[in-house]
Every structure is written in structure tokens, then in C-alpha cells.
């Protein structure tokens, strides 16, 4: 039964959901690890197919993920040799996305004092997405080759329920489409078989309430531009 008051903490999870770039060391109990990706579990996908694999990385492993994919970020060479397997943003980018694209990144820039010709400054600031903005967990989340449109649109929700769901426990996330980039990296630190490809990584933890980045919120349109009745 929906009552009111569980209404509101659902809608409260979901508003209050943001994209965090920094993170406390504070561990992440196990318990709540495995009970969100249960609740997350329970997403909608085509012919109860559930395309979803994840790959809950702490400690040790976390840093190892972190310290290989940097090393090859840290050098131009490397990084142009490694390319996404999937093309995530659009090709040929246009309006209104490209202004949306390009207001929220500079407003990032702003908040963390970076101008646009400090590109060491802004190239620094992505690095910290190898490091899952120094959360406590990282999530890889993997797909197989045989999955069709249909199931990323599922995974699509999947991964959305997680990151309620973590909200519904004090916890913060931020999704990471970066990681794409380093697809065989993460494959053979991970060991992936061939049939598994990168969809994209999660950061998990507890928000950082002193780093200014952590303020940022991005606007959303209103119902009425995206919205038309049809009566």
C-alpha cells in the first residue's frame, strides 16, 4: 500500500539524487551494498531477460582498477589508444543538448576556480573519475554482446534503481560513462570473458558535505517543454 508519507520518501530520494564528485572515506557496509542491488534487481526488462552483471570493487581492487586506468590516462599516447567501444553522447552534437552539455561542465569548472585555458586543471579534474571520485566503491557494470537496444534501455532503469535506492539509505552515487573508454583495462584487471562488454562504472559512498563540487545542481526543464497532452 502507497501511502503518502511513502510517496514523499520516494520522491525525496528521487529529487534529491545527484551526481557527487567527491566522497568520504567512510566504508560502505556489505549488507547495504548487496540489499541496493537487490532492491535495484526488481527493475523492469523485456521478457524478465535482467541484462544487468555488476562488479562491486573496494580496497585493494578498487585501487588497482584505478591505478592502471590512470596510468594510461596520464599519457596522451596511451589515452588516444584506447576509445570506447559504444558511442554514449551523440556524434554530431546539437541544440539544445550541446548548450545543456556545455553549461553544466563549465559550471562545474567554475565551482572547482577552473578557467576554460587551464586544460591541466580540467583534464586533472576528469582523472578523478578513475578514482571513483575516492568513494569507497566502485561499481562495473557489464552486459552481454547479445543484448540488443531493447536491454540497455532496461539497464537504463536497473541503474537508476540503484542509485534511488542508495539515497534511500543516506548514500550517494555518481554514474560514469568515462570508464567506456578504458573497456580493456577494466577487462583484463577484472578478468571480463568476451562475451561481457562495459556498459559504464558507478561511484558509491557517503557525500563529501565540505567539497564545494558537491553543491553543484544541474537544472531540469519543465514538464511543459518536454510534455505535450494529447487529449
Known sequence: MITNDSQQAVDAAITSRRSIRAFLP?????EDIDAILRVAARAPSGTNTQPWKVYVLTGAARERLSAAILAAYADPAQAKAHTEEY????????????????KVGWDLYAL????????????????????????????????????????WLDYGMFLENIMIAARGRGLDTCPQAAFTQFHRIIAAELALPANEMVVCGMALGHADPDKVENTLVTEREPVSSFVRFVE
Do not use: C
Not at 558511442?87 to 556545455?102: G, I, L
Not at 571520485?133 to 554482446?145: E, K, S, Y
Open 87 to 102: 558511442a554514449y553522447y551523440p556524434r554530431a552534437w546539437v541544440s539544445p543538448f550541446v548548450e545543456r552539455r556545455r
Open 112 to 151: 572547482l576556480g577552473l578557467t576554460r585555458d587551464d586544460k591541466a586543471g580540467m583534464a586533472a579534474q576528469h582523472g578523478r573519475n578513475y578514482r571513483f571520485f575516492d568513494a569507497p566503491v566502485g561499481l562495473i557494470f557489464t552486459i552481454d554482446r547479445v543484448m540488443e537496444q531493447g536491454s
Open 26 to 30: 567512510t566504508p560502505v557496509a556489505r
